[in-house]
């Protein structure tokens, strides 16, 4: 799998948007990007996923570049609530490939009022 | 749905005795995963299940640590005889398209 770089640290004020990067330069053809979170003292959350395209749910915002070297996920309106650590994982999305994500150190948003 | 259920939500043992973690996966979810978080470490795959049956148990540490999956509604992580390194947050996690995960929300694991 592709490594992925993210800053250890953000900020981002409430009601702000909050603009996370992810550097994955050797991402391959049929490699997708996946977005979790995990706030403190609970297990990681799936927030979005794409190949190409850019995509958004209910959640976020996953904007890929068009050489797809790298990434941003957008949370549109932060709040307090949003304040954890964001990973970005890069896997290859085949069945009988295994599912060891590499989850990283991730980046760790502090949300402030 | 109520998610993945995970107990007990914390557990304080003594070095030697034997823990057992347990898993109750979302309904309809044929994958289940369990992880170990530690700060040294991060988040690890320990072993992952398909329609009960393991299928990748490569992360297990070692032969004190064995997982069952004896229906789709239940999963087991068992550690025997426990050690001090073994403290951890240990996450169960279910899917049905992985790698689109559901994680419980851990058992926080003291050995002493």
């Known amino acids: 799998d592709a490594k992925t770089t993210q800053p250890p640290s953000m900020d981002c004020a409430e009601g702000r948007a909050a603009n996370l990067p992810c550097n994955h330069s050797?991402?391959?053809?049929?490699?997708?990007v996946y977005w979790y979170r995990q706030i403190h003292s609970q297990g990681p959350q799936y927030i979005i996923h794409?190949?190409?395209n850019n995509e958004t749910n209910e959640m976020a915002s996953l904007i890929i570049t068009e050489d797809r070297k790298s990434s941003t996920l957008i949370l549109p309106h932060a709040t307090l609530r949003d304040t954890a650590v964001y990973y970005c994982?890069?896997?290859?999305?085949?069945?009988?490939?295994?599912?060891?994500?590499?989850f990283g150190k991730g980046t760790s948003l502090l949300v402030t009022p | 749905d109520a998610g993945v259920i995970q107990s007990p939500r914390h557990e304080v043992t003594e070095m030697g005795q034997e823990v057992t973690l347990r898993c109750k996966p979302i309904?309809?979810?044929?994958?289940l995963f369990w992880y170990r978080q530690t700060m040294m470490r991060g988040l690890e795959l320990l072993i992952y299940?398909?329609?009960?049956?393991?299928?990748?148990d490569s992360g297990m540490p070692e032969d004190r640590f064995s997982a069952k999956m004896p229906n789709a509604s239940f999963s087991t992580l068992k550690i025997q005889p426990s050690e001090p390194r073994d403290s951890a947050v240990y996450f169960c996690?279910?899917?049905?398209?992985?790698?689109?995960?559901?994680f419980g929300s851990g058992t926080q694991l003291s050995v002493l």
């Open positions: 996690a279910s899917s049905v398209v992985p790698p689109k995960l559901f």
């Open positions: 050797t991402i391959s053809g049929n490699e997708y």
């Open positions: 794409g190949l190409k």
């Open positions: 994982i890069v896997r290859v999305d085949l069945s009988n490939s295994g599912y060891a994500l590499n």
């Open positions: 309904s309809g979810h044929d994958y």
């Open positions: 299940f398909n329609n009960n049956v393991p299928i990748d």
